[in-house]
């Protein structure tokens, strides 16, 4: 049985470019980049001509371009030189959306100094109720995501940027779900912009991090002079242009395929409620409730049919509480015990969706055989 994989928001599988480039640069270019031979100079400049690539993707200059081992890092690495850098007593705006990444390591570094910001209607965050926060001067620094990993949901982050700037308070705009799959060269707007490979097809364990234009404090490992001083450490240069090629090969997603699938579960299944449907949100991302039925069940069920979905980040087994972002955004926790995400692609075809609407009809005619138990423990993906 073929498994047909819709969890792109957790992780992407490698695109073949990326593992050409992956496989070349092992072999070839495993010399450590700072070596003094020619040889390793030869390394550096593949280094230097993939940042310059990434630079121009992104439209800011290479000197903004950090390279390091993904979003976690890269978002902690930020709240902890905006702790070590701000006033001791600087509150800072983060939206209650935002992946754990961010909540944690604000929440680590800034503890009932942070603000959490107002949502719209739609779940994103309100940019005029932030304008009013910032006008008071009560941030410091602010803090949004792109796009959302469990609903899809977009934030204004253009908006968000503009006024932060206006207020000269700086913004960092954690974008590991829209790059990948939106255009790119807006985010230069942002003063701190941050992204993992695995999303977009690229390897784990690499990522990118955008700096602001006056950078000069910035130090998220000590050690090596290597990124500019930034971030030490040997860079993993076949990751690294393994990533590079990844995000070269994009191509700008459409939603064919998640709105086909949304308009025949809507058939086959009519009580299926779509999260974000009024919202302005990722075309790869559905975060449905279901009617009845734990996550768990309907993810079993569906992987004995080949499709690997998930629940977000419903629930799990003790190790985490509900849905963060779901409960921000008013969802019932009975409901919360019944979501699942499906997230597509550069390898989901159209029929792909449309498989999946037929599987999940299946699925619930199977669960309807067996007893109810909604109530019972998610596992979390
Ligand atoms: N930020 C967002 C929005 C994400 O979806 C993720 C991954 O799930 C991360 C940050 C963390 O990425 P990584 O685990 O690659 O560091």
Redesign the pocket.
Known sequence: METCYFDY??TAPLRPEAKVAWLSASEDLWLNPSSPYRAAARVHAHLVEARARVAGLFAVAAERVVFN?????A?NAIFAHWAATLPADACIGVSPT??T??LAAAQHFFGERVTWLTLDGNGAVDVSALQNVLSERQLAAVST?A???ETGILNDWNAIATVCRAQGVPYHC?A??WIGKLPLDRLQTCDFV?G?A??FGGP?GV?LCLLPADNSGFMSLAGGSQEFGHRAGTEDVAGILSMVAALQAVERSTAQGRDEFLVKLGQVLPAVEVIGSAAQRLCNTALLIMPKFASVRWIRALEKRGFLVSAGSACSTGKHGPSTVLAAMGVEAAAMQRVLRVSSGWATSVADWLALAAAMAECGSELSAEADDSNSTVISI
């Open positions: 928001n957790a081992s993904g979003a976690t890092e978002n935002e992946h990444s961010v995501m796009a959302n990993n954690d590991s779900q941050t993992a695995h999303k784990k990522g």
